[in-house]
């Protein structure tokens, strides 16, 4: 009965760790998609902008 539960507490702790990974990586493409979003908005303005001061 121990070894049972010793084992399903690995398994746990490496769920666990799963999910902390999958959550990580998650941000991580979060955060890399906003500043794309962000310089494309960004240049956007800038070109906007550009065509303001020609017309």
């Given at each position: 009965?121990?070894?049972k539960e010793r084992a399903g507490?690995?398994?746990?702790?490496?769920?666990?760790?799963?999910?902390?990974?999958?959550?990580?990586?998650?941000?991580?493409?979060?955060?890399?998609?906003?500043?794309?979003?962000?310089?494309?908005?960004?240049?956007?303005?800038?070109?906007?902008?550009?065509?303001?001061k020609r017309g």
């Amino acid at each position: 009965m121990a070894k049972k539960e010793r084992a399903g507490t690995a398994q746990a702790a490496e769920r666990q760790r799963e999910r902390a990974k999958n959550t990580a990586a998650e941000a991580r493409a979060k955060s890399a998609a906003r500043d794309a979003q962000y310089l494309s908005a960004k240049t956007r303005g800038m070109q906007q902008k550009a065509q303001a001061k020609r017309g």
